[in-house]
């Protein structure tokens, strides 16, 4: 297997084309533009490539859409403002069913915030973001190797629940560069059925996301709920670093997730037992492996790059057995391991206490 | 023996529409089905309705379709054009949807001259939604959002499709007809053979504008609807070919 020293926007776009992704659309938009840039270089050479440059975000999305429904694998990138405006065209293709992989390297929010890293689209990810009742399963890589591993991986779950799957990463994972080995791609396994292609001499078919009918659209939204519930209850992935003694977890995803890990290595020279729990997964969120986890650790830091998201989440899975604190920098902000390592520090030390 | 003189066309399907009396769209839709018989191209035609009321256009079209999300119909027919360059794509929208919310998305694939079809329905009112002022209603119209009549210093201008996307050197064909007679339709599927025509040789993007009428919305009987196309609305959107460089493409293409 040959390794590449690549920044992370270009592992992307390499992942993807490897994967199998014929058709990319995209607008451009700092800190993802190398990813738009390489996919116009490479996705052309690829055969049966396509890749176009879109008027908006708004027309990148429905551009993806219509490819996938015509049975291409499919991908769009952008970057917080920007995921913004495609929400329409996410729940659309949830509502539609339509597999493809949206690509957020999010920024400094709310409004058009700045350009760098942060990760404060949390709840946009998580909670579908665009409207009606629907989720789109969201990837959280933390190194260079995982956003390879888990673009590739993202094109598979799409195909396999036939929806929309997130890979949500910010300015510093897109940025950054990492030795990476591309893994052996799967062979695709999406059956023609769910493509429209022209009806040739049988039976026509239509994809839609309107029904008028109450009753119609209620028995689609539990459907997409049923679906949902199979991921939940498969397709969680999360990491456990340092956690078997620990006295405290970090709860931390993506870079945040990276600065914990430089925090905990500080923390534990000085004899501090601090472990890491880190989300892969954040819808489905991992919840009932932080709830087992609960049983070992009663202590938990929340630690994001935000004001307090996946906050939420972690609440949630512990529903009040385990006491919680919170360090939060958002709108662009990067902590270092030693800003963290102190925060840690004192909680650890119970001189400060902030019970979420 | 028996001769048939009309019938069906076999791309539309057996059911009854959903449309006002009066209302254009069905008359289009037939005389598309017509025309995606004639030119037998029903198994590689793929269409993408809009939102409004033509959004249950699958409930009639036998070919493939998706529903695009209001405005979007170019963005995702570019989509699956660029996908299966050898499918037959359309896009039908009407007047908020391509001239308003799909503004964008309409220009800029006509100025990628994606090799496409639209087809344009303007009836110069939101139909659907039950009559609001439309980017293409006229000055001094009476819309449910215009109750004293458009006035350019409060709402601007018609919006003239034909001619804007004329100018743009990515289209290939673009011509308005109106279906409020028995020659304008026989005219309005002529324009619509054409224009499939042209994104089967390959030779870019092509749009039918149709002036139809919206007798519910207008507040008017279906034959003062015909009329008035006549006497008012031809006059701000006059029909015609506002682009035909068929032939020139071809030639280019031959070279």
């Known amino acids: ?356 | 023996m028996v001769k048939i003189v009309s019938q069906r066309p076999k791309s539309l399907k057996d059911k009854i529409f959903h449309y006002c009396p009066g209302c254009g769209h069905s008359i289009v839709h037939r005389i598309m089905c017509e025309v995606i018989d004639e030119m037998d191209i029903r198994g590689i035609t793929i269409g993408v309705p809009p939102a409004g009321c033509a959004v249950l256009a699958y409930n009639y079209f036998d070919v493939d379709m998706i529903e695009a999300p209001h405005g979007r119909g170019p963005a995702m027919a570019s989509g699956i054009k660029r996908a299966l360059p050898d499918r037959i794509v359309f896009s039908y929208q009407g007047d908020g949807d391509l001239a308003a919310i799909g503004i964008a998305e309409s220009f800029h694939a006509a100025n990628r001259g994606e090799n496409i079809t639209v087809i344009f329905i303007n009836n110069a009112v939101y139909g659907m939604t039950g009559g609001q002022m439309a980017p293409t209603t006229m000055l001094n119209q009476r819309t449910t959002t215009s109750p004293d009549g458009r006035k350019q210093s409060l709402d601007g201008y018609p919006v003239k499709v034909s001619e804007i996307f004329s100018q743009l050197p990515g289209t290939t064909y673009i011509e308005r007809c109106m279906v409020n007679s028995p020659a304008g339709v026989n005219k309005t599927k002529k324009a619509i053979r054409k224009a499939f025509q042209c994104q089967r040789d390959g030779l870019g993007f092509s749009l039918v504008e149709i002036l139809s009428p919206c007798p519910t919305n207008w507040k008017m009987n279906t034959i003062d609807s015909c009329k008035w196309i006549d006497d008012v609305m031809s006059n701000v959107f006059p029909p015609g070919v506002f682009k035909d460089d068929i032939k020139a493409r071809a030639t280019e293409a031959a070279v």
């Open chain 1, 1 to 356: 297997m040959n390794k590449f020293l690549m920044s992370g926007n270009f592992i992307i776009g390499e992942a993807a084309i490897r994967a199998g992704c014929r058709f990319y659309a995209g607008y451009p938009i700092t800190p993802q533009n190398e990813l738009t840039e390489y996919m116009a270089e490479h996705m052309r050479r690829a055969e049966g490539g396509v890749f176009l440059q879109s008027e908006s975000e708004v027309a990148a999305i429905n551009m993806i859409a219509g490819a996938s429904a015509a049975g291409a694998r499919v991908m769009t990138s952008s970057s917080s403002p920007g995921i913004s405006l495609k929400q329409e065209g996410i729940s659309s293709m949830a509502a539609c069913e339509l597999p493809g992989v949206i690509v957020n390297i999010m920024r400094g929010g709310p409004g058009l915030g700045n350009i760098r890293p942060s990760q404060g689209d949390y709840f946009q990810a998580t909670r579908g973001g665009g409207h009606g009742d629907y989720r789109t399963m969201v990837f959280a890589p933390a190194t260079c190797q995982e956003l390879a591993d888990l673009t590739m991986d993202a094109f598979d779950y799409a195909d396999k629940y036939r929806t929309p799957v997130m890979i949500l990463a910010d300015g510093m994972m897109g940025q950054m560069m990492e030795p990476v080995i591309f893994k052996k791609p799967k062979p695709r396994q999406y059956p023609e059925k769910f493509m429209l292609r022209g009806a040739g001499d049988g039976k026509s078919k239509f994809i839609r996301g309107l029904l008028l009918d109450p009753i119609d659209s209620e028995e689609h939204n539990w459907k997409l709920a049923r679906k949902y519930e199979v991921i939940v209850e498969n397709e969680t992935r999360h990491e456990e670093h340092l956690c078997d003694d620990a006295d405290l977890a970090i709860v931390a995803y993506g870079t945040a997730a990276r600065i914990a890990k430089g925090a905990i290595k500080r923390l534990q020279d000085s004899g501090m037992k601090v472990g890491l729990f880190r989300p892969i997964t954040l819808w489905p969120f991992p919840e009932m492996k932080l709830r087992a986890l609960s049983e070992k650790v009663k202590r938990f830091l929340v630690f994001e790059m935000s004001t307090g998201q996946m906050l939420d989440d972690v609440r949630l899975a512990l529903q009040g057995y385990a006491q919680i604190d919170f360090h939060g920098r958002p709108g662009g902000a990067v902590p270092t391991p030693a800003e963290l390592a102190n925060v840690v520090a004192r909680v650890y030390s119970k001189k400060a206490q902030t019970v979420y």
